[in-house]
């Protein structure tokens, strides 16, 4: 899933300073299960922005709603009504849920509420990590279904370095060397012999460094 973190109420109360009614919008998807942009964050950010401004002698009127997925039309366009009422948009989504909805009502100001991390799964309670980088050539097959491009600080395709170690890498301690772990998986289901092959460097040009990706798929095309 999106892994996203909220921004400080501080932060939030600056960027919808210039507003006297914005709708606060929440996600039901990845930052609703990632504990950051669902029903429930949405309420305890919109009780704290109001108490901020009551305070500051400057009341807001915050509307609040949340929807199943911010980055699809189809959930979109039902706030329509609700952005005619209000002065601005505080979006709770993701990165592509700010900038849909963004695209969708382009009159109005709109803001992000969070800061979009990384594609990653729960750890533990409270604690998140990344797993993918979305590098758009997947390798995973080839190294036990561990990631070294998102979780070697390197990103060496042939490792490990030097500096690795079985308990942790070298970059930082509380982190296990990806290639300790690859190594261990691949043993564990036979494939060692995968890693006598020097892989060459990655093509880099499916990864986000030329700009915006776009996938075409005529198949599905109308
Ligand atoms: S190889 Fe690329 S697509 Fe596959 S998990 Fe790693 S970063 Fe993601
Ligand atoms: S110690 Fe392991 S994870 Fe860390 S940089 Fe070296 S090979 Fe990569």
């Known amino acids: 899933m999106i892994v996203a973190s909220p921004k400080s109420v501080t932060e939030v109360k600056e960027i919808i300073a210039a507003h006297r009614k914005v709708l606060f919008v929440g996600c039901g998807t990845c930052v609703t299960v ?48 609700a952005v005619d009422r209000n002065e601005a948009i505080l979006s709770f989504g993701c990165g592509a849920g700010v900038q849909a909805i963004a695209e969708r009502f382009p009159k109005k100001p709109v803001y992000a509420a969070l800061n979009t991390q990384f594609l990653g799964i729960l750890e533990e309670q409270g604690v998140w990590t990344e797993k993918c980088q979305a590098c758009g050539d997947c390798m995973l097959a080839d190294f036990g279904g561990i990631c070294p491009v998102t979780r070697c600080a390197k990103q060496l395709l042939n490792g ?3 500096g690795s170690t079985p308990e942790h890498c070298e970059i930082d301690n509380d982190m296990p060397c990806a290639w300790q772990l690859i190594f261990k998986r691949l043993k564990e289901i036979g494939q060692e012999d995968r890693l006598k092959k020097i892989r060459p460097p990655k093509d880099w040009r499916g990864s986000s460094h030329g700009g915006t990706r776009k996938i075409v798929r005529n198949d599905h095309r109308i």
């Open 160 to 162: 490990p370095c030097g």
């Open 34 to 81: 990632c504990l950051a942009g669902g029903e429930r964050e949405v309420g305890i950010m919109a009780y704290a922005v109001r108490m901020a401004r009551k305070l500051e002698g400057r009341p807001i009127e915050i509307e609040q709603v949340t929807i199943e997925r911010q980055c699809e039309n189809e959930f979109i366009k039902d706030l329509a009504e």
